[in-house]
Every structure is written in structure tokens, then in C-alpha cells.
């Protein structure tokens, strides 16, 4: 908490530039064809129309918007363009080269020339998955439409190729138009047939597991539900998870191939059984959540722990540190009398402790902050973990524990690619710790985690050092941990603060300071995403009774504060989808448990106005 958190930096050479574009390019994506192709050789920017929901009309020249491209950071403009009514503009940024592609079929052992127009700087133009050779070609700067082309063969069985073009990081917009690839088509393909036999298997209260019948020519399949797609699978069964106990939910799925995605099958319904998860069972449906400044003071005062107002119904005592980074031994050390003159005595702070549960709220040691780096590299470390976190809880008479693990304590390691089956070992050995408590302490211990956003939505478009390497290491780092522990975890509240730009599931760049970045990084959390773009590993939503929204109490607490309405604004959205402005959720979620703020401290320096608000908007 209460430190900078911002997105990844990243200054590259740029005289090394073309020995990197190979080992940087290849993103999957559907239909090259152009506006302004020419008719020699079957040119493949002007094949019959198609209208498959995958590829769309053949759009080189970008005049139908960006249909058929994949480009995350990409837009169309109306000017400048090189010919038509429209061009591509796409905006590299710190850790992102802003590529946009598509895949083509084509013929094996066949030859292509690849062309288009560009401008800015350090534009490149490409092809990959060739089965020979992939080629790239590029400018260093293109103040006017400069024409790009190249040529590659295909290997003896290679039918699709992805065609690409993108910039270089942190260099500004570029532009691109009349992209056409010349050269023998490829064959035709229909999309696969819609699939059959969609039933239900084992149902718990929180998945629902389902499967259907094969179908001719799908290489994957869709998964929906309640109109949503939260999965993409290779086989013909998948367990849908993240589900509410005991609500009823409708599922359908979809049959996908090169040339698109088939009609829905027929829904099947289930309704998951009762029962519960998480941890504590008797938190109320709407909570409030704050950290309570316990081992140090600030601008905001030092608030003793009786002083906290009944609204706060969990309160997290900031912060639980290490001795060192990998000891794994934690401290508890209250704030001096020295630096917090109104400290109350050891005594009177477990009679506040006792005070507040017996009015039915919880209290919680909160292990890291900004200044608490804490790495359980081996073994000792994590039983260490273990035994000095147990001891503060049973001293002090807690609830439970709260994760907040900041700054390079979560990372990891080169070829550590899968969040359901970690390998690097601080991700293990937490994993292990915090399940080893959780068994200790059983059903009410309440466990709660706050990552910052980089730890987490930042998975959607990168995951640890990535395919090639070279990304920071601690991208989506905490998703192995949340994913492993979702059935034990009591809340998880990211911290929507302190952070730079994060895509959304709108494929389009968030920033702090008002609601759509709070709805569009909690929309994540409950629609679940696949990480690192992989539609085949995908991190399944949360249940909305596990998630609460981080937020700074005020202009002092952190960057990202945003005023009381554009709170109310955020929680309309996410729980009665109106007063969303631009942003679209999946879906309307009134059982999200509420907020959390850093922090209590910076609340009351404020007059109480993040608590004021969520008292008047849940009651």
C-alpha cells in the first residue's frame, strides 16, 4: 500500500531493432485483404467475400473498422489515410509495440508478395508461421505513406499464415493502409456445425462441469455462460468454476475452425448447490474494509483501534513485516509511543480486538506493505511464514490474514508459463503457507489478499518474462496464488490505485481517476480472462461475494482517488448496470461484497467521506 505502483518501463536500442522483430512478432488473428489490391496474381486482399463471424469482409484498407484484425491498441482514423476513407492508427506503449494481425489461408509450397502503406516511425510490416522463412520488412521514419513490401514461399504444408504490422515501444502512433497479400488463395473453410449433446456432470456449489459431442472439422470449442463466453477449450468437456452457491445458471456452447464460430448449441441449465467458501461465513452481504495504521504513523495521525467506527466491518492491521526478505519470520511491532503519542497500551489494543468481534466485525494482520518485501524462497522460510504468522494471530486474538504482498515480493521465474501449476518457488511456498493456515485455523479464518493491478488485470495482456522473454516478471505474478487458494479465499480486494494503464476486456487502455477504471478492472475479476491472450488458459471469475473494490480514502492516501460519486457511479454499474458511461460490463453482479480503501487513518483525516458514502449508498 500507499506506494507507486506504475506499469512497466522499458527503453530499448533502437540500432538492435530489426534483430529483434523476429523474436517479437506472432500474434494470431483471422483475414488480411485490401482495399487497393491489385488483380495479377489471385490476390488475396480481393477473394470472394466472406461473412463468417470470425474473419469478416476481406479488410486491407481498414474501410469496415477493424474487423478481421486483431489490434488491441488499434483504431481507424479518417485522416491521414493513403486511399479510401479510412486507415489504421495504433499506439505502441511502454511494454507494447501495438501489433495488429491477422491470419490468411494459403496454399503449401507457394509464393506471396505481402505489401502495404505506413507512417511514423520504426513501422513494421511481416509475416509468420510461413514453414520456411518468416520475413519482416520496416522504415525508421515515414513522415508520408511509404509503401512496405516483401516476399516469402510457403512450406510443403503450411495453409495460413498471420500477417502483421506494428511499431516499436514507447515511439508514438503509427499508421497503416492497404495491406494485400498476392499470391495462390487458399482453400475455403466453412465454420463447423453447432454441437450436440450438451449436458451437465458434476455440479458443486461453486462448478458446474459439462460436456458435448465432437464435431467435424472444430479445432476448439466456445463455452458460454448466461450468454457470456468464459472459456475456450480444445476437447469436448469443461468445468465452468466461480460459480454462487445455489443459483441457477444457463450454458451453451460453440464450435469454432479458421473460418469462425458455429451457432449455439441448445442451453443447458444447473443450479449449484448450497454451501459455502471462503472462509468466514458471517460477513455481512455489503462490507466495508479498511487498513488500520497499527506499527507506524503518518500525515493521517495515529487512530486507536477502539476509535474505528462500527461502519468498518474488517479491519486490517498495517503491516505484519518480515526480519528480513527471505526469513520468512514476521513481526508484529506496534507503533511506539515515541512516534504515536496516543498509542494505546498492548492490553488495551486485545480489548479492542475482543471488542469489535463481539460487535461482529473482524479483525485481520495485514503481512507486507509498501516497505515489507517478503519472498518465501525455501522451504524453512515457509514454515517460518507459518509459525511467526500464526503467533501474531494467536497473541492478538485475529480473524485471520491479509495478503498484501507489494514491490518485488511476487515474480516469476523464466518458463514458469502456467498459473495453474506454478513452479517458482515464492509462488509455491505461499501457496503451501497459506493453506497450511487456512487448515490450521479452519472455516472462519478469513483470508484476504491486495494486489496491486500489475500483479493482476495486467495478466490479460502479459504473464511473467512471456513466450520470448524479456517482460517484467512479476506480471499477472499473483494470479498463481488467487487461482489456488479461490476456494479458501475470503476476499480479494486489488488495489485500483497507484497504477498506470491496464487493458481491459475491451481490449482498450484503462486509466485511474474515475469509474470506468474501477468497473472495467473489477469487470475482469468477475468475468474471469485469459491470460497472456491465451483463449486456452483462462483465469475463471471470481464469485461477487469475494470481491471488493480498492480505493484510496482520499487525495492524500494515494494516486487514484476519485470523488464520492464516481464511487456511486462504479457500484450502479457492477451492481445495477445503469450510470456506466462508456464502458460495457458482462454482466450485473448485486452480491459484490463492497469496498476497501487505504486507508481508516486517511478516512478520518478526511472527515469519514469514502465511509459516509458507502453508508449511504448500501445503508
Known amino acids: 500500500m500507499d506506494r507507486p505502483n506504475g506499469t512497466r518501463s522499458t527503453t530499448r536500442t533502437r540500432t538492435v531493432l530489426a534483430a529483434l522483430t523476429a523474436a517479437l512478432l506472432a500474434v494470431p488473428g483471422i483475414t488480411v485483404l485490401s482495399s487497393a489490391a491489385r488483380a495479377a496474381d489471385a490476390d488475396l486482399a480481393l477473394p470472394q467475400p466472406r461473412t463468417d463471424s470470425a474473419g469478416g469482409t476481406p479488410n486491407g484498407g481498414f474501410e469496415s473498422g477493424l474487423d478481421g484484425w486483431t489490434c488491441p491498441a488499434g483504431t481507424t482514423v479518417g485522416s491521414p489515410v493513403h486511399a479510401g476513407t479510412a486507415a489504421l492508427q495504433a499506439t505502441p506503449a511502454g511494454s507494447d509495440n501495438a501489433q495488429c494481425a491477422q491470419t490468411v489461408s494459403v496454399q503449401p509450397d507457394a509464393q506471396y508478395t505481402l505489401s502495404g502503406y505506413v507512417r511514423g516511425s520504426y513501422v513494421y510490416l511481416g509475416a509468420s508461421g510461413t514453414g520456411t522463412t518468416d520475413v519482416s520488412t520496416w522504415t525508421q521514419s515515414a513522415p508520408d505513406w511509404q509503401k512496405l513490401s516483401t516476399t516469402f514461399r510457403t512450406g510443403p504444408s503450411t495453409t495460413k499464415v498471420t500477417i502483421y504490422t506494428h511499431g516499436w515501444y514507447g515511439t508514438g502512433a503509427y499508421y497503416a493502409d492497404d495491406v494485400s497479400l498476392t499470391g495462390p488463395g487458399g482453400a475455403t473453410q466453412q465454420p463447423p456445425a453447432a454441437p450436440a449433446g450438451l449436458r451437465t456432470g458434476t455440479v458443486t456449489s461453486s462448478s458446474v462441469a459439462l460436456s458435448w459431442s465432437a464435431v467435424t472439422g472444430a479445432t476448439s470449442y466456445a463455452v458460454y455462460r448466461d450468454g457470456a463466453k468464459v472459456q475456450t477449450v480444445s476437447g469436448t468437456s469443461a468445468t465452468v468454476t466461480g460459480l454462487t452457491a445455489a443459483t441457477a445458471y444457463g450454458f451453451q456452447v460453440t464450435a469454432v475452425n479458421d473460418a469462425g464460430e458455429s451457432a449455439k448449441s441448445a442451453t443447458v441449465t444447473a443450479t449449484t448447490s448450497t454451501g459455502t467458501g471462503g472462509g468466514s461465513t458471517d460477513l455481512p452481504a455489503h462490507a466495508l474494509v479498511g487498513y488500520l495504521h497499527s506499527t507506524f504513523a503518518n500525515g493521517s495521525g495515529y487512530t486507536r483501534l477502539a476509535d474505528v467506527p462500527d461502519s468498518w466491518d474488517v479491519i486490517d492491521l498495517a503491516f505484519g513485516e518480515p526480519t528480513s526478505a527471505t526469513s520468512g519470520d514476521i513481526r508484529f511491532n506496534r507503533c511506539p509511543a515515541t512516534e504515536c503519542p496516543n498509542v494505546e497500551s498492548d492490553a488495551d489494543f486485545k480489548a479492542a480486538v475482543k471488542a469489535k468481534q463481539a460487535a461482529g466485525k473482524k479483525v485481520l494482520i495485514s503481512i507486507g506493505g509498501a516497505n515489507g518485501q517478503v519472498q518465501l524462497t525455501t522451504t524453512a522460510a515457509r514454515d517460518t511464514f507459518v509459525s511467526s504468522v ?54 472462519k479464518f478469513v483470508l484476504t489478499m491486495a494486489p496491486e493491478t500489475f500483479f493482476v488485470q495486467m495478466g490479460y495482456q502479459y504473464y511473467g518474462t512471456g513466450q520470448w522473454g524479456g517482460q517484467d516478471p512479476r506480471c499477472g505474478a499473483y494470479l498463481p496464488v488467487i487461482y489456488a487458494l479461490r476456494d479458501a479465499l475470503t476476499l480479494l480486494h486489488v488495489q485500483d490505485y497507484n497504477s498506470g494503464p491496464i487493458m481491459g476486456l475491451d481490449n482498450q487502455y484503462h486509466s485511474m481517476g474515475g469509474a470506468d477504471f474501477h ?78 480503501t487505504w486507508s481508516i487513518n486517511w478516512d478520518r483525516f478526511s472527515n469519514w467521506e469514502f465511509q459516509k458514502n458507502f453508508d449511504a449508498y448500501f445503508g
Open 390 to 443: 500464526s503467533k501474531i494471530i494467536d497473541d492478538y486474538g485475529l480473524d485471520g490474514l491479509d495478503i498484501d504482498f507489494e514491490g518485488h515480493s511476487l515474480s516469476l521465474n523464466t518458463g514458469d508459463t502456467d498459473f495453474k501449476n506454478p513452479t517458482t518457488p515464492v509462488i509455491v511456498n505461499l501457496i503451501s503457507a497459506l493453506k497450511t493456515l487456512k487448515a490450521k485455523y479452519g472455516d
Open 519 to 596: 468497473i472495467a478492472m473489477t469487470d475482469m475479476l468477475l468475468t474471469g480472462f485469459p491470460v497472456a491472450g491465451n483463449a486456452n488458459n483462462v483465469f475463471p471469475p471470481l464469485r461477487p461475494d469475494q470481491v471488493a473494490i480498492g480505493m484510496p480514502a482520499s487525495v492524500n492516501a494515494g494516486n487514484g482517488y476519485v470523488a464520492p460519486s464516481e464511487v456511486t457511479k462504479t457500484l450502479d454499474c457492477l451492481t445495477k448496470k445503469t450510470n456506466c458511461g462508456s464502458y460495457t460490463t458482462h454482466g450485473t453482479w448485486p452480491a459484490l461484497r463492497g469496498l476497501m
